[in-house]
């Protein structure tokens, strides 16, 4: 049973840092993609980061580049997502979720497991 789950989130204020993490267990696909969403209120689910286990390429969109970085570590099968310079646009529930495909997508739909997310709010 694949499972995926967040961790990191909470309050911070603007200017602040937050590092996420998602821990992948039961996912035995030599080839993935793992990237991290965030939906707010009210708004679309947008992809913010993405990384292909196929040959460590990393995405960003361009609401975060510059500011949050993805790192992994292969051995603990976890994935995080530093977030530094944190606006109160950060303001999200943030999900990582992983895909049986080699490459990024920004398509949520290419991505068969979810986790459960962990809410990240910026405000002073």
């Known amino acids: 049973q694949v499972r995926l789950v967040e961790s990191g989130g909470g309050l911070v204020r603007p200017g602040g840092s937050l590092e996420l993490s998602c821990k992948i267990s039961g996912f035995t696909v030599p080839n993935y993609a793992v990237a991290w969403f965030r939906q707010a209120p009210g708004k679309e689910r947008e992809g913010i980061s993405c990384?292909?286990?196929?040959?460590?390429?990393?995405q960003y969109s361009d609401s975060v580049k510059g500011r949050f970085t993805l790192s992994r570590d292969s051995a603990k099968n976890a994935t995080f997502l530093q977030m530094n310079a944190l606006e109160p646009e950060d303001t999200a529930r943030y999900y990582c979720a992983a895909g049986v495909h080699s490459w990024c997508t920004w398509y949520d739909f290419r991505y068969d497991y979810w986790g459960q997310g962990t809410q990240v709010t910026v405000s002073s």
């Open positions: 990384i292909s286990m196929y040959d460590g390429a990393i």
